[in-house]
Each structure stands twice: as C-alpha cells, then as structure tokens.
C-alpha cells in the first residue's frame, strides 16, 4: 500500500466565472417618467402646532419649576410633575391627534352604485 497525501482541500482545476452584468445599476431601478409630482403637504396644521408648542412651553415650565424649587418642597414634589405629565401625556398627544378624525372623513371616497339599480 503506498500512502499518498490528499490534499486539504480540494484543488480546482478551472478558473471561477465571474457573472458579467448585463445591465448597470442605474438602468434596473424603474424610474417614474412623466408621472405627477405631488407638492409636498404638511402632516400638521396651524392648529396642531400651537397645541404641540403649548405642551412643549408646559413641559419647559415644569422642569423649570423643579429646578427652581428647593428639593424636597411641594412645587418640586407636586406641581412640577403634575406639570411634566400633563404636557407629556396629554397636551402634546392630543396636538398630535387633533384633526384625525376630519382627514379620514374627508378622504373617504364616496360609495357609488354599479349594479345598474337606480
């Protein structure tokens, strides 16, 4: 028996194929040509952002309430988290939810009849 040494791995006998492309990058991606451009819309109006800045001013008054209190008084213990929560849970939510209702409604198309029936 003669011993022979296999290699480690198993040595190629062809070069690699390389796939070639066929087409650049640039020409894959499809491109809208002619299309209507959108302007671009706001998501909120006047309306939310005065309620939007009117929590932000009460979140700024609570923390400045806190720092400006002594630290185990009432303002700093009560009044400045009362203060936190309202704008942050209530005030700046509802800034952002104001007017919801009125969009979907508006944007709902009307259900017209196809059947034929009048």
Known sequence: MSK????ARPVRTQAR?????QQPLSSRTKKKEGGPI????MPFEAKN?????LGILVVGIGYLVMWMSPTMSDMALTVAPILL???YCVIIPY????GIRSKRS????????TNGAA
Do not use: D, N, Y
Not at 4 to 7: K, N, S, V
């Open 4 to 7: 022979t040494a296999t290699p």
């Open 17 to 21: 194929q390389v796939p070639s492309r």
């Open 38 to 41: 959108r302007p671009f819309q």
């Open 49 to 53: 952002i005065r309620i939007i800045v």
């Open 85 to 87: 929560i309202l704008g």
């Open 95 to 98: 800034g952002i939810m104001t």
């Open 106 to 113: 508006s944007t709902t198309p009307t259900e017209t009849s």
